[in-house]
């Protein structure tokens, strides 16, 4: 996924720049990032690798080392971030959150029109930020450059520029992710998550709204481009990658993971009795809470997630060392598994690998039932809007996989339709079969009608294509 922050300031903003961008690293695996502007030096950056060690680690020398009043930084998936940039609009960095799908043909229009050429990063692709400063560079301002990059890029891209004495931040054409604007008395900040900023004295703001460019500066903030009327915030935020006190269009997440675990439960209600409620940790602990809330089955942690050194689980590049990683990562308490029926509610089944290790692992350790609640609904559709996972193909996805045994390897969209649908018999069919797949005693995942009453906003407002494949 990424994050970004930034800061405008009217005295240092590096240590505020560098906590800030620490508090998004639970959305990216790859790199991290900072750039600063000072007026006597001009611009400076650093970026560092940091899949096997913190960003704070790996920055805490740039802190000393960098000065300026005015910065931006980011937690990257997968390019080196921020870019430092000097075009006919000037001196700027820049940095990015998104996902581009038709690179080929923006870097092929781009060359005809005079971009000469594109640097290549190690894995042999394009950096997007780059390709996004090639489209802002078309037009004649930054605000109608920005308007045209997210015109014509095909997926999403929330944007933050600056430049020596401003900051220019402007959300996703459909707000798929979001942005807020934090203030104390003498600096303004950027911010994707919203609590990033609370133990900075930063207090909201506002969030920009869809397609919304302004400039910030540590006075106060200017909108350049007006905020668009159609907005597809993306539903996983509240379900797995939004921090628990994140608030997204008003709407907290761990608020709303309560909500979701207690319609899981309403749904429930009656068909199984477990011994206790537990959450597969981190994410589907705060669902398990809201499960238990409303059950009245007790929650407990069956097992701990031992966090200390091992490093997040998707970090590594082959699935095989991220399940090994994942597995190492959580370590049984016996006595809360042994001859118990437990209910266990994780975000999401993308592969299953993953859930399937989980509950043998509970198997081994004497459990009697494993009944598994994912907190939304199956995954059908890979995500064409935000790096979702690493996921190469749909077939990654277990659910696929499970309809092509079915129906083949390509099915009409009325037959996938058919397999989003909760009261369909190819829905319940499928879910048997992934039940038996991966050994769970019962399964029932969350229903779309059900998660958008959990988030509790105009449904026509939020991006639901990963389970539904509506756009």
Same mark, same amino acid.
């Given at each position: 996924?990424?994050g ?18 620490d508090?998004h690293?639970?959305?990216g695996?790859?790199r991290g ?27 805490e020398?740039d ?7 005015i910065g931006?930084?980011?937690i990257?998936d ?14 700027f960095?820049? /940095?990015?959150v998104?996902? =581009?799908?038709?690179? $080929?043909? *923006?870097?092929?229009?781009? @060359?005809?029109k #005079?971009?000469t050429?594109?640097l290549e990063?190690?894995g042999?692709g394009?950096?997007?930020t ?7 560079n078309?037009?004649?301002t ?7 990059a ?9 944007i933050l520029?600056? /430049?020596p004495?401003s900051? =220019?931040?402007?959300? $996703?054409? *459909?707000?798929?992710?979001? @942005?807020?604007? #934090? ?12 609590f990033?900023?609370v133990?900075?004295g930063?207090?909201?703001?506002r969030?920009l ?5 302004v ?22 935020l ?5 921090y628990?006190?994140?608030t997204?269009? #008003?709407?907290?997440?761990?608020e ?16 199984v009795?477990p011994?206790?409620?537990a959450?597969v940790?981190d ?21 701990i ?8 689980s ?8 991220r ?7 959580l370590?049984?308490v ?9 209910l ?5 089944i ?11 692992f509970?198997y081994?350790?004497?459990?009697k039932?494993v009944?598994?609640?994912?907190a939304?609904?199956p ?6 809007y935000?790096?979702?996972s690493?996921?190469?193909s ?13 129906e ?6 009325k ?23 991966l ?33």
């Amino acid at each position: 996924m990424g994050g970004i922050f930034g800061v405008a300031s009217k005295k240092s903003c590096v240590q505020d720049l560098f906590f800030g961008i620490d508090y998004h690293s639970h959305l990216g695996t790859r790199r991290g990032g900072m750039a600063v502007y000072d007026r006597e030096k001009g611009f400076d950056r650093a970026i560092h690798n940091i899949e096997n060690s913190p960003f704070r680690t790996k920055f805490e020398r740039d802190v000393a080392e960098l000065s300026g009043n005015i910065g931006i930084g980011c937690i990257s998936d997968y390019e080196p971030q921020p870019l430092l940039v000097h075009s006919h609009l000037g001196s700027f960095a820049i /940095t990015t959150v998104g996902k =581009i799908n038709n690179m $080929d043909g *923006l870097m092929a229009n781009a @060359l005809t029109k #005079g971009h000469t050429h594109f640097l290549e990063m190690s894995g042999g692709g394009v950096n997007p930020t780059e390709m996004v400063v090639a489209l802002i560079n078309q037009k004649e301002t930054m605000a109608e450059g920005i308007r045209y990059a997210q015109e014509v890029i095909d997926g999403s891209m929330t944007i933050l520029v600056m /430049t020596p004495d401003s900051l =220019i931040a402007a959300r $996703d054409r *459909l707000g798929r992710t979001p @942005l807020i604007l #934090g203030k104390k008395e003498d600096a303004y900040c950027v911010s994707f998550e919203s609590f990033a900023y609370v133990n900075l004295g930063y207090e909201d703001v506002r969030e920009l709204g869809p397609g919304e460019v302004v400039k910030v500066t540590a006075e106060g903030e200017e909108t350049l481009v007006a905020p668009g009327d159609k907005m597809r915030i993306c539903s996983f935020l509240w379900v797995y990658y939004g921090y628990p006190n994140s608030t997204y269009e #008003g709407v907290n997440v761990e608020e709303m993971r309560y909500k979701c675990g207690e319609l899981l439960a309403k749904r429930d209600r009656g068909e199984v009795h477990p011994d206790v409620v537990a959450g597969v940790p981190d994410s589907g602990t705060a669902h398990a809470i809201g499960y238990a809330n409303e059950s009245g089955v007790p929650f407990a942690r069956p097992f701990i997630k031992y966090t200390p050194t091992w490093p997040r689980s998707f970090m590594p590049t082959h699935q095989s060392q991220r399940n090994l990683i994942a597995r190492m990562k959580l370590v049984p308490v016996q006595r809360l598994i042994k001859g118990k029926s437990l209910l266990m509610i994780d975000d999401s089944i993308v592969r299953g690998t993953q859930l399937r290790e989980t509950t043998e692992f509970l198997y081994n350790n004497g459990a009697k039932e494993v009944h598994i609640r994912p907190a939304c609904p199956p995954l059908l559709f890979g995500c064409k809007y935000l790096n979702f996972s690493r996921s190469k193909s749909e077939m990654d996805l277990i659910t696929r996989r499970v309809i092509a045994r079915r129906e083949g390897p390509d099915p009409d969209e009325k037959i996938l339709r058919e397999y989003t649908d909760p009261d369909s018999l190819r829905y319940h069919e499928m879910l048997e079969e992934i039940r038996r797949e991966l050994n769970f005693t019962s399964l029932k995942f969350h229903r779309l009608d059900d998660l958008e009453k959990s988030i509790n906003i105009d449904p026509c407002k939020l991006c639901t294509y990963c389970w539904s494949g509506k756009e």
